[in-house]
């Protein structure tokens, strides 16, 4: 895509990020009228929406719930969501020629293509005369009271008399989001919540893991966080060679990753329930049952899990005398209750979003200005509101970063 790119200076609008909501703030505020540049680190925008969704982008959901995300600021979310949710997010899409289909509650583009969805934006930047200013790391604003001046490693400059800080997290950085922008949101005088790698894989040392790698099955995972249940959810278990993945295990990590990466000594466990179908009495029943019959050990969970998990649990049947009913309740106690110790986590490389970052507290809930620093709004997850997968923290993206770009337009007419 060529973009326009023009320096002249100074621009009304300047967006610190091209990415979900750097593109939808730039398009807002020149809708305003207003002349905006994008700046952005990377030779491309928006890369990181090719990648969501597995490359579908799941870029909203029909029940967008504000209490399901977290934030140090729930009323910021709450208001920006209340005038930007997915009603208007479908219309705006759909106005920039955008089909959106659903899959249960989760909205995707009809073509199934994430391309589609930055296709479309990039097209109303480039009919906007949004100017596009490809390699350009912000690495500093120096603010003064008619026009703002963002410095880049490069020695290049931009000056506008509004800045929009829409760097992003820290996940997935070779696609842009560093953590770059958080030090500019800090000079501003803005405290950081310490980032941490959200909806992640997890690290865990457990001969289990080691043996069933490479299996996947349907169960309920629980996160534990010194002895205290924190988070449950049913999914897919994947046992990897380094630990647990798996979309439930994405869905628990948050809180252990915060635990670990804030609490530094906390103690993280996972508790799988490997049959969350079955109560433990009507499998201690059916163990007892297949005992009595002779099944041999390697077998005893034929047909309700995957082989592998057979020849794991025969370890664990003691010998000596056969007590079918207790052996088959100890066994139900582990299948619906199997501990795992977490070690750490796989790291921003693999972590879908980012928990923590600019503290939202800060943020004017109307304006999604700084309560720190005139001329200075925010978008999107560089601030500390996460939200669950499922098209949340896009819907998050749009909404704010169309809301950052109208107020700044409002400020800078
Ligand atoms: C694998 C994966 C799959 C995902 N799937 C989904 C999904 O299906 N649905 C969903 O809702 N969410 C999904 N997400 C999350 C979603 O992609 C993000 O929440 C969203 O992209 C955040 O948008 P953003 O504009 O705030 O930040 P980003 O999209 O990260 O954009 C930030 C931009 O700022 C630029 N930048 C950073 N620092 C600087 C600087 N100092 N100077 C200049 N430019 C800078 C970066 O280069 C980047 O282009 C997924 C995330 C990942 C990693």
Redesign the pocket.
Same mark, same amino acid.
């Given at each position: 895509m060529q973009y326009a790119c023009r320096m002249r200076a100074p621009f009304d609008i300047a967006v #610190?990020?091209?990415?979900?909501?750097?593109?939808t703030a730039a398009i807002a505020a020149s809708r305003e009228g207003r002349s905006v540049a994008i #700046?952005?680190?990377?030779p491309r *925008?928006?890369?990181?929406?090719l990648?969501?969704?597995?490359g579908?982008?799941? *870029?909203?959901n029909e029940r967008l719930d504000p209490g399901l995300f977290h934030s140090t600021n729930p009323g910021l979310v709450a208001s920006v969501l209340a005038r930007f949710g997915t009603r208007e997010i479908v219309s705006f899409f759909e106005g920039l020629g955008l089909r959106i289909v659903s899959d249960g509650d989760r909205l995707y583009p009809a073509t199934n293509q994430a391309a589609s969805v930055l296709k479309v934006l990039e097209m109303e930047v480039r009919r906007r005369r949004v100017s596009v200013i490809p390699g350009?790391?912000? #690495?500093s604003i120096i603010r003064s009271a008619e026009a703002s001046r963002a410095a880049a490693s490069d020695g290049r400059t931009i000056e506008a008399r509004a800045f929009i800080l829409?760097?992003?997290?820290r996940?997935?950085p070779a696609?842009?989001?560093?953590?770059?922008?958080y030090a500019?949101a800090r000079t501003a005088g803005h405290r950081l919540i310490e980032p941490v790698p959200s909806c992640v894989p997890l690290l865990v040392r457990d001969p289990w893991c080691h043996f069933l790698q490479g299996q996947r099955v349907r169960a309920q995972a629980e996160a534990w966080i010194d002895g205290q249940r924190a988070a449950e959810a049913l999914g897919d278990v994947l046992f990897t060679a380094y630990g647990l993945s798996g979309t439930a295990v994405l869905d628990v990590s948050t809180d252990i990753s915060i635990a670990l990466h804030r609490g530094k000594k906390a103690r993280a466990e996972v508790v799988l329930d490997l049959l969350p179908d079955m109560s433990a009495e009507a499998l201690s029943a059916e163990l007892a049952r297949r005992l009595e019959g002779g099944w041999g050990a390697a077998d005893l969970v034929s047909g309700l899990l995957p082989e592998k998990f057979g020849r794991t649990i025969a370890g664990l049947i003691p010998g000596g005398p056969p007590r079918p009913a207790r052996t088959a309740a100890a066994l139900a106690a582990v299948l619906k209750g199997k501990r795992f110790a977490v070690q750490g986590t796989r790291g921003w490389n693999e972590?879908?979003?980012t928990s923590g970052g600019v503290d939202a507290g800060e943020i004017d809930r109307e304006r999604l200005s700084s309560k720190k620093a005139p001329g200075l709004y925010f978008?999107?997850?560089?601030l500390d509101v996460q939200?669950p997968?499922?098209?949340?923290?896009?819907?998050?993206?749009w909404a704010s970063?169309t809301l950052a770009g109208r107020a700044a337009a409002g400020e800078t007419g």
């Open positions: #610190v990020g091209g990415g979900a909501s750097g593109l #700046v952005d680190r990377m *925008l928006g890369k990181k929406i990648i969501t969704g597995g579908r982008c799941n *870029l909203g350009f790391e912000a #690495v829409a760097g992003g997290g996940s997935y696609l842009g989001s560093d953590g770059s922008a500019l972590a879908e979003f978008a999107g997850e560089i939200g997968r499922g098209g949340f923290n896009l819907s998050w993206a970063g």
